[in-house]
């Protein structure tokens, strides 16, 4: 019990506790009760005049601002990087806003804006829409909407972690720091949507258990599963309660579940992948490798649970097969062994987590069972052990035709 508790769980970061709110969506739309009450908010007269909203996707934003009954500006998403190409035509934009205003019926204008991570290495748009935020803030009749997957507060000020490789050229300086902290300090912040407290599938051979597995995650993956269902491969059906069963007829193994979600969802799936910091990327990839992740890596754990990565069932998992799948080919293999090396994270320190996990359960196994040969096992396991990087090390030398790498 003491192994387990104390060594096992934490050296695979089930000690962690849960900050992930789970199963707190209207079962009908899967829309988080959080962002849905945030943005009827906006509506009353003493309510929040810019509010970002995370977790979220242009469909499901659209979705609850028919519910709502609010009217966009212009009836869409503005994209940002496109307002600011039209920067120098910002008086005319506050014109039209102004006149948007006047012709509401609540003489309220709904602007929403997405795309921030688009211009987050981009000195000269970064600070083109610090200015244009804060004269939207200081319009009246304004309600500002932020639309986002990911925080873009923390991709504006922090967008050296999302480079491919470290880049101290694009590292956002200090005064820029404060101007965008100055500038979300006007913004609250809500959820519209929140990952649900899934399970590793019960029988990975049953195909509507895989199914299942596949679709229960991002909300993007219900429309693919709904694209599956009337692809030819799949028997066309009416009634979605049959849809599992029906589309049995033509689909025989789970691996070819796994392989329509991953060839209908593959650009979904990169979108995913680029909203991650470098750190996270690694996290995933060695998850999808079954390594265990970093217990220290709290944030990256945090971050990747409430974004719906990752789930916790005895172990953390990658949110589905096919995803899991699309990280382990999403980077160029120099990218990862890159990564690595600035982390520190080589193979050897991918591996020594569950090795040393195994080392502990076969000495405390020996002791209860055979304690007379304890000492001359552990003797030879250390030497063993030491072994390990050496032999490692000399593999990444022959893949590298020989030649050592440089510092």
Request: glycine share 4%.
């Amino acid at each position: 019990w003491v192994v387990k508790r104390f060594i096992v769980m934490r050296l695979m970061g089930e000690h962690l506790l849960d900050h992930t709110q789970f199963s707190v969506s209207f079962k009908k739309s899967g829309v988080a009760k959080n962002g849905f009450r945030a943005l009827a908010y906006t509506k009353k007269e003493d309510g929040n005049k810019a509010l970002v909203l995370l977790n979220t996707s242009k469909l499901t934003f659209y979705k609850v601002c028919g519910k709502l009954r609010i009217s966009l500006y212009k009836e869409r998403c503005l994209n940002i990087s496109n307002c600011l190409e039209q920067f120098g035509q910002l008086s005319v934009l506050q014109k039209e806003i102004r006149e948007n205003i006047a012709l509401s019926d609540d003489k309220t204008a709904y602007i929403a804006l997405e795309g921030f991570e688009e211009i987050s290495q981009d000195d000269e748009k970064r600070h083109l829409a610090i200015v244009l935020i804060r004269e939207l803030l200081d319009m009246k009749g304004i309600v500002i909407l932020i639309v986002a997957s990911a925080s873009p507060f923390y991709r504006l000020i922090n967008n050296d972690a999302y480079a491919t490789l470290p880049n101290s050229d694009i590292q956002t300086n200090r005064d820029e720091i404060s101007a965008w902290t100055n500038v979300f300090e006007e913004f609250d912040k809500a959820y519209l949507w929140f990952p649900l407290n899934k399970s590793k599938p019960a029988d990975p051979l049953n195909l509507i258990s895989v199914i299942k597995h596949e679709t229960s995650g991002w909300p993007e993956l219900k429309n693919i599963r709904q694209k599956l269902i009337s692809h030819e491969d799949w028997t066309s059906i009416k009634e979605e309660r049959d849809a599992d069963h029906d589309a049995l007829k033509t689909i025989s193994e789970p691996e070819q579940v796994i392989a329509c979600f991953l060839a209908h969802a593959n650009s979904f799936y990169r979108k995913q992948w680029e909203l991650c910091t470098r750190d996270e990327k690694i996290a995933l990839w060695q998850i999808a490798n079954g390594a265990s992740i970093n217990p220290a890596n709290v944030n990256v754990i945090e971050h990747l649970s409430r974004r719906g990565y990752i789930f916790r069932h005895q172990g953390w998992h990658i949110i589905n097969e096919s995803f899991k799948k699309f990280v382990l080919s999403a980077e160029p293999e120099q990218h990862i062994e890159q990564w690595l090396q600035q982390n520190n994270e080589g193979l050897w320190q991918v591996l020594r987590i569950p090795i040393f996990v195994i080392f502990i359960v076969v000495v405390v196994v020996m002791y209860y069972s055979s304690g007379e040969s304890l000492t001359s096992f552990i003797t030879i396991a250390t030497g063993t052990l030491g072994l390990i990087p050496l032999v490692l090390r000399n593999i990444n030398l022959v893949k590298s035709n020989g030649m050592p790498e440089s510092d």
